[in-house]
């Protein structure tokens, strides 16, 4: 797994890239908050990129699909802390989604404040019922707060998954761009939200979504 962090004019850019699909395991959520609690010190915004092409495709399969259950159990609890503090992260935080997101990457693209995909050509959305699963309370909850009511039945129930423009209206993405422009796009949104008093965003967000956080906390 290739991982960066950099922070350039006080925003923290983190980008990840195992060559495949970006699944997360131990490391990388370890790799995550690491990052996180120094751009929580000395940035004034976070951008999430997957590197060219991808996002991020789910939880490591390697752990989701062996025996050992509570190694399992461990792996989606450590997912779930992360999702929340993205969720209530204290600083405005950007996703930069060039390629597919599903499962825990398109719960990683609902957690974020402002996200940029691609116009056409990729996948976004949760495919938990598809493939015999039922979403975690932490995903259910957070996509009830931020899907489209008129898509939650199709996202949630159905495992659609949508492409660009559809991905937009159904609240996985803000906004979708050719790829080539999406981590600049990225990028200009976070120059614009950096500016935002960091006192004032960060009660704003937790007066905003306390609620869903409680319940997704279980």
Do not use: W
């Not at 923290?12 to 790799?31: C, P, R, S």
């Not at 990052?35 to 990129?49: I, R, Y």
């Not at 092409?53 to 062996?66: I, R």
Request: net charge negative; proline share 2%; charged share 25%.
């Amino acid at each position: 797994m290739a991982f960066n962090f950099n922070i350039e004019n006080d925003i923290a850019v983190i980008t990840f890239d195992d060559g495949k699909v970006n699944a997360v395991g131990f490391d990388l959520i370890e790799k995550f908050n690491t990052a996180l609690d120094e751009a929580e010190k000395s940035a004034n915004a976070v951008v999430f990129h997957g590197g060219e092409g991808k996002f991020c495709g789910g939880f490591d399969l390697s752990v989701m699909k062996g025996d050992d259950k509570a190694e399992q159990h461990r792996l989606v609890q450590a997912g779930a802390d992360l999702i929340v503090r993205l969720y209530g992260f204290p600083l405005p935080v950007i996703v930069a989604a060039e390629g597919h997101s599903i499962a825990l990457g398109a719960i990683m693209l609902m957690a974020a404040d402002s996200r940029i995909g691609k116009d056409g050509g990729t996948k976004y959305g949760l495919n938990e019922t598809a493939i015999g699963m039922v979403l975690p309370a932490f995903g259910m909850e957070l996509a009830k707060a931020r899907l489209a009511l008129t898509s939650q039945t199709e996202a949630l129930l159905f495992s659609r998954i949508f492409e660009g423009k559809d991905a937009v209206k159904a609240g996985f993405l803000d906004a979708a761009v050719p790829q080539d422009q999406v981590l600049r796009t990225a990028l200009g949104y976070a120059e614009k939200l950096k500016m935002l008093p960091r006192a004032a965003f960060a009660e704003s967000k937790i007066q905003l979504r306390k609620d869903t956080i409680a319940n997704m906390k279980g």
